[in-house]
């Protein structure tokens, strides 16, 4: 008896740290997608019949789950994704995406709407998880020798994908191999400069955000303050938020989504100053991080004397503040600009979205912000045909269509990738009915990219936007000082720089 | 108690077994196997480029101070869990192991949690304890207490204690209350004839005699709070604020999984393997004089 409880126990042990590597992360937890939400569905008017597909039989093949971010109150999803019956005699792709709905079902809507504006290649695009899970589940393919055509990951997975040659093609490559015309010059440099080496692009951007401030405007009002002049500079914002909060008018002044990508990321390339070395990894894996530059500790100092004031709120990591703002909570709020969808649908009064800030006196400030999202990356695998690159191309090429990206641009609430994209929404009036949704394109092609401002490439990224929250987290519950928060930060980072470093040796 | 089958044919005990063997090497051995095997490599995510480093994973794992703090973490977290489940577990058996009116009703209630994932768990009591849309946690923040466990390590470690510990307590309470009912009632009866009171009754009668449930459910418990609180952890605190609720498990997790360092990850899988191993171990041998098997 007791024998079989020890092996039995035994047993279980050794199930378990087998398990260990890759446990099934919690369905209901889905990582917060960078830049979620659609735009708003115009009005909840149920009058029309549930969105008709214009398709085949709409079979729902979508696994729902994955999705259920305790935040996701979003419009109600389109219904049903069009079953993948793949007419004979196409070459087929196969297009692995991290997209939870409702945008999912919007991109697989463009994969259907290629499918059918051509009789030669079909995109057959499936949802694999939050991206995390999607970067699995093509490693694992590609281990196995079958990785799907084309994988979308996110932008701080582009490190990774960038050292992994030999199972990626770059799209460079591949337009010149399969001839199709993918011109660098059409898109938005901010956004394909993210994802060029030497002004190369090696993946096809798609799904791109960027953070923005949105402010509210009856607080504002409430507070004495001129509801159409949101803060254009740090001393702006917080004497702003000070007043916010000293007169009552609400609890929270100011907080912020993502600390990391907002007031790191983009703080740095906004102000001009390295993330950093080697242009924030782009000319090479032995980058360091810079972050405890005098710079960024007197802006995280702003932050932790704003909290002490009271006027600041730290609301939690990666996107898990968004609902401060929408609940009326916090006055001001820098976020995603994929947060406007959900902003439109739950906020209960008057707001308004601007620029993020700066510090005036910082030379150079302000700089174009920088992207988040994710891009489209072609894999190899043994056997793979040029037929197959060709059709990867020509959907490329399919979605970087003016047109197409408009569609794209309004229908999501991401960002257009390509100059004419912006144009063509431009021309739709998309930006006069929907106030403030060009703010992320103003902010992101207000000036030509620097060194700096041009996006990052670093080994590791996730882990160390781990590192920076814990870091500040930290400091924010004076645990610690800013200086010594940023300085281990830069020191625990470069340590993961350098084992990642290792690893390509 | 040891009771002997014979089997005649030589080959039939060997062919029930198999099945159960098979499923054991697959999904038991093998990917144990592949954990120790991995953990003596360097790879990049895409398995491009292997390194074999003898034990430097090992020797990088065992000299991080982070993972140091992931160790007190982790103790500190299933000592909680155990501790507090066992307690309340008992503590309901004991209550519910009596002739009350609707007993049956109170049995059932108290095991629903258990049919819950544990994320599921995390996400009741995120609803209950967040600190802006939460019940409790409005309640506390309004009473004037600092309340918001994205910010304090404290609040966030004995949030996930308490998340953990809930499901865990239904699973526990079961055991215990199997274990009550299945004491003599003559025994009672003699203990009370003498006089026993309800705490003599307890401490000198119906523990010791439940003491292999006990003993049974404390190595389960432990087990559980290393390997299997993955999904509240995740999904309530993601390990942060800070490292307050990184345990073990959530390291090998996140170093695996998201940050795609494989060697390293197998190499805390099997520092894993082994504690746990030393742990039930370690239980049988210094337990067994002191445990009463019926």
């Known amino acids: 008896?007791?024998?079989?409880?020890?092996?039995?126990?035994?047993?279980?042990?050794?199930?378990?740290?087998?398990?260990?590597?890759?446990?099934?992360?919690?369905?209901?937890?889905?990582?917060?997608?960078?830049?979620?939400?659609?735009?708003?569905?115009?009005?909840?008017?149920?009058?029309?019949?549930?969105?008709?597909?214009?398709?085949?039989?709409?079979?729902?093949?979508?696994?729902?789950?994955?999705?259920?971010?305790?935040?996701?109150?979003?419009?109600?999803a389109p219904t049903a994704t069009p079953q993948p019956v793949i007419p004979p005699g196409r070459v087929v792709v196969e297009f692995w995406h991290g997209l939870t709905l409702p945008l999912g079902n919007i991109l697989e809507g463009?994969?259907?709407?290629?499918?059918?504006?051509q009789d030669k290649y079909f995109v057959n695009a499936t949802f694999k998880g939050a991206y995390p899970d999607t970067m699995n589940a093509a490693i694992a393919a590609f281990r196995a020798g079958k990785a799907p055509h084309i994988v979308q990951m996110f932008e701080v997975g582009t490190a990774t994908m960038m050292a992994a040659k030999g199972a990626i093609k770059p799209v460079y490559e591949l337009a010149k191999e399969t001839g199709v015309n993918i011109?660098?010059?059409?898109?938005?440099?901010?956004?394909?400069g993210y994802y060029s080496q030497d002004g190369n692009m090696i993946s096809m951007p798609l799904n791109s955000s960027t953070t923005i401030m949105y402010y509210n405007k009856d607080v504002f009002k409430k507070a004495g303050l001129d509801p159409e002049k949101p803060p254009k500079t740090w001393a702006e914002l917080r004497s702003m938020a000070k007043q916010i909060v000293d007169s009552k008018a609400s609890t929270c002044g100011f907080t912020t989504s993502w600390l990391t990508w907002a007031q790191f990321e983009n703080f740095s390339a906004i102000h001009n100053v390295p993330l950093a070395t080697k242009a924030n990894g782009m000319q090479g894996m032995d980058a360091e991080l810079k972050i405890n530059s005098d710079l960024h500790i007197r802006h995280m100092q702003t932050l932790v004397d704003m909290q002490k004031e009271g006027s600041f709120k730290y609301g939690g990591r990666d996107a898990a503040p968004d609902s401060l703002f929408p609940s009326g909570e916090c006055a001001i709020m820098h976020a995603s600009s994929g947060t406007r969808a959900r902003i439109v649908s739950e906020a209960k009064f008057a707001w308004g979205a601007a620029m993020l800030p700066y510090y005036d006196d910082v030379p150079g400030?302000?700089?174009?912000?920088?992207?988040?999202?994710?891009?489209?990356?072609?894999?190899?695998?043994?056997?793979?045909?040029?037929?197959?690159?060709?059709?990867?191309?020509?959907?490329?090429?399919?979605?970087?269509?003016?047109?197409?990206?408009?569609?794209?641009?309004q229908a999501t609430g991401y960002l257009p990738i390509t100059l004419g994209g912006f144009e063509r929404s431009k021309a739709d009036g998309f930006y006069q009915k929907n106030a403030g949704a060009d703010i992320p394109y103003l902010q992101?092609?207000?000036?030509?990219?620097?060194?700096?401002?041009?996006?990052?490439?670093?080994?590791?990224?996730?882990?160390?936007?781990?590192?920076?929250?814990?870091?500040?987290?930290?400091?924010?519950?004076?645990?610690?000082?800013?200086?010594?928060?940023?300085?281990?930060?830069?020191?625990?980072?470069?340590?993961?720089?350098?084992a990642f470093e290792k690893l390509y040796k | 108690m040891r009771r002997r089958v014979i089997f005649n044919n030589r080959f039939l005990p060997y062919l029930l077994l198999a099945p159960q063997i098979a499923i054991t090497i697959i999904f038991f051995f093998w990917p144990a196997g592949q954990a120790i095997y991995w953990s003596l490599l360097r790879q990049d995510p895409f398995g491009l480029r292997t390194t074999f480093v003898y034990l430097e994973n090992f020797q990088t794992v065992l000299s991080d101070p982070l993972y140091i703090e992931a160790i007190q973490v982790t103790v500190i977290f299933s000592v909680s869990v155990t501790v507090f489940v066992m307690a309340t577990a008992l503590l309901f058996a004991v209550m519910a192991d009596r002739q009350i009116?609707?007993?049956?009703?109170?049995?059932?209630?108290?095991?629903?949690?258990?049919?819950?994932?544990?994320?599921?768990?995390?996400?009741?009591?995120?609803?209950?304890?967040?600190?802006?849309?939460?019940i409790v946690g409005k309640a506390l923040i309004s009473s004037g207490i600092q309340w918001d466990y994205h910010l304090n390590g404290a609040q966030a470690l004995v949030l996930v204690v308490i998340a953990s510990s809930w499901k865990q307590i239904a699973h526990n309470f079961l055991f215990f209350l199997a274990g009550?009912?299945?004491?003599?009632?003559?025994?009672?009866?003699?203990?009370?004839?003498?006089?026993?009171?309800?705490?003599?009754?307890?401490?000198?009668?119906?523990?010791?005699?439940?003491?292999?449930?006990?003993?049974?459910?404390?190595?389960?418990?432990?087990?559980?709070?290393?390997?299997?609180?993955?999904?509240?952890?995740?999904?309530?605190?993601?390990?942060?604020?800070?490292?307050?609720?990184?345990?073990?498990?959530?390291?090998?997790?996140?170093?695996?999984?998201?940050?795609?360092?494989?060697?390293?990850?197998?190499?805390?899988?099997?520092?894993?393997?082994?504690i746990v191993s030393v742990i039930v171990w370690a239980q049988f041998k210094y337990m067994e004089g002191k445990v009463h098997y019926t």
Request: include cysteine; proline fraction near 10%.
């Open chain 1, 110 to 117: 463009v994969a259907a709407d290629f499918n059918k504006s």
């Open chain 1, 1 to 76: 008896m007791k024998r079989t409880i020890l092996f039995v126990l035994i047993f279980l042990a050794v199930l378990f740290v087998a398990c260990a590597p890759a446990p099934t992360p919690a369905p209901t937890a889905a990582p917060p997608t960078k830049a979620p939400v659609v735009e708003p569905t115009k009005a909840p008017v149920a009058t029309t019949a549930p969105a008709q597909p214009t398709t085949a039989p709409a079979q729902p093949t979508q696994p729902p789950a994955a999705t259920k971010a305790p935040e996701a109150t979003k419009p109600p």
């Open chain 1, 444 to 498: 992101l092609t207000r000036t030509q990219p620097t060194e700096n401002s041009m996006g990052l490439r670093l080994g590791d990224m996730p882990a160390i936007r781990v590192i920076i929250y814990e870091e500040m987290e930290k400091a924010f519950q004076g645990q610690q000082t800013v200086k010594a928060a940023l300085d281990s930060a830069v020191k625990r980072g470069n340590e993961l720089l350098r």
């Open chain 2, 101 to 134: 009116r609707g007993a049956q009703v109170y049995k059932t209630l108290l095991l629903w949690p258990y049919a819950l994932a544990p994320a599921v768990a995390a996400v009741l009591w995120m609803f209950i304890f967040h600190p802006s849309i939460g």
């Open chain 2, 180 to 274: 009550l009912q299945s004491v003599p009632p003559a025994v009672i009866e003699a203990a009370l004839i003498d006089g026993a009171g309800a705490w003599k009754l307890f401490r000198s009668i119906l523990f010791p005699l439940i003491s292999p449930t006990t003993f049974y459910l404390l190595t389960v418990n432990l087990v559980f709070a290393f390997f299997d609180t993955f999904g509240v952890i995740h999904a309530l605190t993601r390990g942060g604020p800070g490292r307050s609720t990184t345990t073990l498990m959530y390291k090998a997790y996140m170093d695996g999984y998201v940050n795609l360092n494989l060697g390293e990850s197998a190499a805390q899988s099997v520092i894993l393997m082994i």
């Open chain 1, 365 to 409: 400030a302000p700089k174009n912000s920088i992207i988040g999202g994710a891009s489209l990356w072609v894999m190899t695998a043994p056997g793979r045909t040029v037929d197959e690159y060709k059709a990867i191309g020509e959907f490329f090429r399919y979605i970087s269509q003016p047109e197409q990206d408009a569609k794209w641009h």
């Open chain 1, 183 to 192: 011109d660098p010059k059409n898109y938005i440099p901010a956004v394909a």
